[in-house]
């Protein structure tokens, strides 16, 4: 469901959930992955978004 | 088969085999490691018990996908014992010999030992990979009490991890405060404050003089002759790279194993990464810098040199009871801490006689301010 999606860094298992989002990085609540800036990269390795994969919880 | 030879799949390794397939699908790859083969991320170790892992759970590939999404030949369970930069050959502990076309040491370090006397010294743990984890949680009793031997990154992130699920930790360190080599007074107190606050004990301007068994425990005899009972006794006082096989073929050593921006040794066709590299005068055993190291070298062993680019890069220490970030000055760098805000939210700025901004550490709420700091701080320069 659109909006509400969780997406797994393959380096260091970081979990990136588009309900909360990352607002401590100015990515409000509800941002889909989509719309995650291409330049962001993961808080606890570094890893780009090329590195993250769409996570079944 | 030759191809590319990697020694080592923990970060630095793996990280360059995946970089470098997604430009050469097609070349041989092996991979040589000491260790079963599995992919983890080491910096999770330190918090597995907070996140409710046990040491196979933070398995992210089991050694067959690791294979599999490399299409790598992977050989586990060896030490490369020999390398041979004229018959561009290694040599391995069970006999057998490994050429390569182009080798590439990400073969790590490994724990510092520092000498301890006592008829139980024997049985303190160093935990530098998954396997040693696993072995710690087997001998952690539960609301045990570990005695730490080194309140620096890696000790206090595993205090933090203990006192928070309910563990009794102390941490010794001869230094005056916890991070003495990365943090200033200032900072590192308000994180020696939240630690003690969480349940941590600190012993601090202290070493560990002996280790002896007691009855079902240990007994801890610091330096001053005050004695801690103890369940456990984790050393951790940094790392050594590991050298040994490089230095023996004639490669140039330092502190590690001597690069240029490249990952270029002085041998030819023998590059190397991650913990145990020095590139360019640095050896930063962080997740970022070998990142970075991975990429550029990735690119490189497919036909376009590339040197590293290293922007500065901060160190998240995963303190949660107090989060902390250091983006620590060049060693020896000449320049003095200057500080803003108040405990326990600092702004660390470690500035250079020119004004130049060389480094930074922040704590608590100030941690969000970690990428307009990184902007503005000079990242490292590398010698020639």
């Given amino acids: 469901m659109s909006g509400q999606r969780k997406w797994r860094c393959l380096v260091c298992d970081f979990v990136y959930e588009e309900a909360l989002g990352m607002p401590d990085e100015g990515i409000p609540p509800g941002t889909s992955w989509d719309d995650v800036p291409d330049d962001w990269t993961c808080p606890d390795c570094g890893a780009p978004k090329s ?7 | 088969m030759s191809g590319l030879v990697i020694i080592g799949t923990g970060h630095a390794g793996l990280t360059l085999a995946r970089e470098w397939r997604k430009r050469d699908p097609d070349t041989a790859l092996t991979l040589v490691t000491a260790d079963d083969g599995a992919a983890y991320y080491k910096p999770n170790l330190s918090k597995a018990l907070a996140s409710g892992k046990t040491a196979d759970e933070l398995i992210t590939a089991a050694p067959d996908k690791v294979a599999a999404d490399y299409a790598a030949e992977l050989i586990t369970g060896v030490q490369v014992t020999a390398l041979d930069p004229a018959a561009k050959q290694i040599t391995l502990n069970d006999g057998r010999h490994q050429a390569y076309a182009q080798l590439v040491f990400a073969n790590g370090a490994s724990c510092r030992h520092i000498p301890v006397q006592g008829d139980a010294a024997d049985t303190v743990l160093h935990v530098n ?8 949680r087997q001998q952690l009793p539960d609301g045990g009490h570990v005695v730490i031997i080194g309140a620096g990154l890696i000790g206090c992130e595993y205090a933090n991890d203990l006192v928070a699920q309910g563990y009794d930790a102390t941490l010794v360190d001869p230094l005056a405060w916890p991070l003495g080599m990365l943090l200033p007074e200032t ?5 020696e404050q939240a630690l003690t606050n969480a349940g941590a004990q600190f012993r601090l301007g202290q070493t560990v003089s002996r280790v002896d068994h007691a009855g079902a425990q240990y007994q801890v005899t610091l330096d001053d002759g005050a004695t801690i009972s103890a369940d456990l006794v984790l050393s951790a006082v940094g790392l050594v790279p590991n050298t040994a096989v490089a230095k023996e073929a004639g490669l140039a050593t330092g502190r590690g194993i001597k690069v240029n921006p490249r990952m270029e040794t002085s041998a030819a066709d023998v590059y190397a990464l991650g913990d145990v590299a020095e590139v360019g005068g640095h050896v930063l055993p962080y997740v970022l810098p070998i990142t970075n190291c991975a990429r550029a070298l990735a690119a490189t062993l497919a036909g376009e040199p590339t040197a590293v680019q290293w922007p500065a890069m901060p160190v998240m220490v995963k303190t949660p009871v107090l989060p902390t970030v250091v983006c ?5 760098a000449a320049g003095e801490w200057q500080m803003e805000g108040g405990a326990p939210d ?4 470690f500035v ?11 704590t608590g709420a100030a941690t969000r301010e970690r990428g307009r700091l990184a902007g503005e701080t000079r990242p490292p320069q590398f010698a020639d």
């Fill in chain 2, 352 to 362: 250079g006689g020119d004004g130049t901004l060389l480094g930074f550490a922040l």
């Fill in chain 2, 346 to 349: 600092w702004v660390a700025r």
């Fill in chain 2, 328 to 332: 620590p000055p060049p060693a020896r």
């Fill in chain 1, 51 to 57: 590195d993250f994969e769409m996570a079944e919880f």
């Fill in chain 2, 187 to 191: 900072v590192a107190r308000s994180l």
């Fill in chain 2, 129 to 136: 990979n998954r396997l040693d984890y696993q072995r710690f």
